[in-house]
């Protein structure tokens, strides 16, 4: 795409995006013209965790795109203690807002099963919706979805299931948080 042309990543969207070089590979951070603000791994794109967002959808790049939001993403990476508080709950159903905003209150350092979610949400049967849920993750690292782990292992990572590179990113993120630093 000509660098003069923007990408609309929904229908009446337009984005810009801007790569960050994290401790767990390329992540990107995406903001529309309307301010929804979307984060994930580059390379995880085009995958079964994108919900539909491809490389093209992230819009322009824009190097300098929210500068201060980027800072504390890297810094929650590397294991320091950071408020997303002011960053909203992106859309979805009301059982997934209620699961992410749930998992928003996982502290760091902290791990709870899905199952352990989906009775925090009132739906003690819902341990695989929760897993659902964790997948559509639109805002990984502000929604920790790392720190939500399977009864039995770290579990899938972004859908892409428990096998490959995506769990031990999870483990990165939560081994990161074990020392947690201010």
């Given at each position: 795409m000509?660098?003069?042309?923007?990408?609309?990543c929904?229908?009446?969207?337009?984005?810009?995006?801007?790569?960050?070089?994290s401790?767990?590979?390329?992540?990107?951070?995406m903001?529309?013209?309307?301010?929804?603000?979307?984060?994930g791994?580059?390379?995880?794109?085009?995958?079964?965790?994108a919900?539909?967002?491809?490389?093209?959808?992230?819009?322009?790049?824009?190097?300098?795109?929210?500068?201060?939001?980027?800072?504390?993403i890297?810094?929650?990476?590397?294991?320091?203690?950071?408020?997303?508080?002011?960053?909203?709950?992106?859309p979805?159903?009301g059982?997934?807002?209620?699961v992410?905003?749930?998992?928003?209150?996982?502290?760091?350092?902290?791990?709870?099963?899905?199952?352990?979610?989906?009775?925090?949400?009132?739906?003690?049967?819902?341990?695989?919706?929760?897993?659902?849920?964790?997948?559509?993750?639109?805002?990984?690292?502000?929604?920790?979805c790392?720190?939500?782990i399977?009864?039995?292992?770290?579990?899938?990572?972004g859908?892409?299931?428990?096998?490959?590179?995506?769990?031990?990113?999870?483990?990165?993120?939560?081994?990161a948080?074990?020392?947690?630093?201010?």
């Amino acid at each position: 795409m000509p660098p003069h042309e923007e990408s609309r990543c929904d229908r009446d969207e337009v984005a810009r995006h801007r790569i960050l070089d994290s401790p767990t590979g390329s992540f990107y951070v995406m903001r529309t013209d309307t301010g929804h603000v979307e984060t994930g791994w580059f390379d995880m794109l085009d995958g079964p965790g994108a919900g539909g967002r491809t490389s093209e959808s992230l819009g322009m790049a824009d190097p300098h795109l929210l500068p201060e939001f980027c800072r504390r993403i890297l810094h929650a990476m590397r294991g320091h203690s950071v408020d997303f508080e002011d960053i909203e709950t992106p859309p979805g159903t009301g059982f997934q807002r209620a699961v992410w905003n749930a998992a928003r209150k996982i502290p760091p350092g902290m791990t709870i099963t899905y199952g352990q979610l989906a009775d925090r949400v009132h739906r003690p049967k819902a341990a695989r919706a929760v897993g659902q849920a964790m997948r559509r993750n639109r805002l990984p690292i502000v929604i920790p979805c790392h720190r939500v782990i399977g009864a039995g292992d770290l579990g899938g990572f972004g859908g892409h299931g428990s096998k490959g590179r995506w769990p031990s990113i999870k483990s990165m993120l939560l081994e990161a948080e074990s020392g947690l630093r201010p």
